[in-house]
């Protein structure tokens, strides 16, 4: 497996299949784990930096989970390299920053990816595309149990798992659901719903995790301690407030539908038309119009598309992946005539 | 002929030809004319108002170039069918208002027009499509002659023809020229030709003539005053100032294309996009749509569709044509819904 195989592949995260796939995009379990004997990858001196990294490659590397799996370096990557990774939801966007001694492992699949270095020795991810939370985590588990029986995690009985960020202390477990909530947005619901998810201890962030916006009406909510509560607690606490997030949605998408369903169909087409069309467009009004046609799709008032078209577009259409496909270098202008072109042709638009 | 013809007929000035077609939409001739020996229109007895009506009635009915032509009594028509006269430019909006006594003559062309009793007691127009004022104007004459055979017509020797408003006194013409003007708008220079178009004694007004709004980038340019000089002096006038617009209105398109042929490639696609998929739409936002789809195909951007499709358009899509359509009164809900099914139907668009 090559970094390039994975442009003209579907991740798994984006099938648009699973429990609730019309609002639950994803669901990711992610572990944060740091080896005995180490510091912490920010304090660490270079020498140290390497030890680390070869270490958990090394643990890594004889993982029967990991058996075929690509190890990338991050200072061998490209810029646009490493982008395109962070576009594909398979390591953070700090992990880009200062990439020596930093590397990603990633199954074939892109079910499972494991930052080294990052902020802490090891970050392992399980991505599961809908609402498969217990799945993710018994399969994140498993891999941390099994990398466990050959390196000895910073652990302390008081605290539990050790991390660098103590919001991440104790179980180490960072439990996220990616949901499409349009109609909580159209209906003016959705800041009453930030309120009451901080209230509750989780987190609700954007399209691509911590300080970055929600476009397109995607929104991450997440535990934002990892401390005084089970694994499995973290994640029934979080599974039935996505629930109801989800009846939320659904319930307020019937009432769109029952009191203005005229406008939802013409807002849904234009959309459509408009993509179809456009000779210019941003990733930002990319997102927007896909947005709203993925709704159409749940709403089965575009047949034309299906939802796998729509959420590879989402990725495709981003500047790494844009300019990976174009195999060169593009300045902002020249991505959004491409990426218009892309879309045309995805859609079989307007020539 | 009826009147329920014409709702199927492309009248003469919507065939989208003639000289500089691409920015002259049509050109039209009309002269005021009153009878002597009776008041002004509005200053008559119901039963001198009568007499005029069947005077003028029995003057128009045996010219030789009416012989296919229909009368229309404004009091026997419906609201909806008085607008619809309006929206195809056969008659002004103010001869819908008390419709007792009032007539129009239409031929089966609809090149020439005879409103009676509007202002005056005869209206003579002749619409010719594209920049064919001379021609027009030629046509309006010897209708005019040939209608004088038969009536005499209010004259002094002094003023000329007598009208019942002083700024038709004198000839009786107004010639006016309807020119799509998108460039001038895009580039903010259509503020400073108002003002000069003002200087010149011209007007320059909206898509159905005095006291509209210029919508689409539609203008209207007609002389102020009929008074003074000669029919031809008139019209040589207007005609050398259209000729400068229209350069003007040319050669800055020249310019966007050469400057911004991305940005107004993508406008125009998207405007197509959007009347592909629209399901609901107004008539201000067709008009508008229309008339950029209108430059894209004079650009050869848009070689789906062609200037008769959307000139047709232009007049179908507007209130009284879809009501007709339709067989019924829509309310202005009903009708938006309407125009975005007639519109798709005629795009080919989104189903």
Redesign the interface.
């Known amino acids: 497996m090559k970094l390039e195989d994975l442009l003209y592949k579907k991740s798994e995260w984006l099938r648009g299949t699973g429990p609730k796939s019309n609002i639950v995009i994803s669901a990711r379990i992610r572990l944060a784990r740091n080896l005995n004997g180490f510091s912490f990858f920010n304090w660490a001196k270079p020498k140290e930096k390497e030890g680390i990294l070869n270490t958990a490659k090394g643990a890594i590397d004889k993982s029967k989970f990991m058996k075929k799996s690509l190890f990338l370096s991050m200072k061998d990557l490209t810029e646009i390299d490493r982008q395109f990774l962070v576009e594909r939801h398979l390591m953070s966007p700090e992990h880009v920053i200062d990439p020596e001694y930093k590397g990603l492992v990633i199954d074939d699949k892109e079910i499972v990816s494991i930052m080294v270095n990052e902020e802490d020795h090891l970050r392992i991810q399980v991505l599961q595309s809908g609402f498969n939370i217990i799945e993710a985590w018994h399969m994140c588990d498993e891999i941390d149990t099994d990398i466990s029986n050959r390196v000895t995690y910073a652990f302390s009985s008081k605290w539990g798992y050790l991390t660098a960020c103590p919001t991440n202390t104790g179980t180490g477990l960072r439990a996220s659901v990616m949901l499409h909530l349009p109609a909580l947005v159209m209906t003016n619901q959705i800041g009453k719903v930030f309120q009451a998810i901080s209230k509750l201890g989780l987190t609700m962030r954007g399209f691509y995790g911590e300080g970055t916006e929600a476009i397109g009406n995607f929104f991450q909510v997440s535990n934002q301690l990892a401390l005084g509560h089970s694994e499995n607690d973290l994640i029934d606490k979080i599974g039935g407030i996505v629930d109801k997030l989800v009846k939320r949605e659904e319930s307020t998408r019937s009432i769109l539908m029952a009191k203005n369903k005229?406008?939802m169909?013409?807002k849904i087409?234009?959309a459509?038309?408009?993509?179809?069309?456009?000779?210019?467009i941003t990733s930002a009004e990319t997102i927007k119009l896909l947005s709203t046609i993925r709704l159409g799709v749940d709403l089965d008032i575009v047949g034309?598309v299906d939802k796998i078209q729509i959420n590879e577009l989402f990725i495709l259409t981003q500047p790494a992946h844009l300019q990976k496909m174009e195999g060169k270098l593009l300045t902002p202008n020249q991505r959004d005539?491409k990426r218009?072109d892309l879309i045309r042709e995805r859609l079989k638009?307007?020539k």
Do not use: F, H, M, P
């Open positions: 005229e406008e169909v013409d087409w234009r459509y038309g408009t993509l179809k069309s456009a000779r210019i034309n005539y218009a638009g307007e």
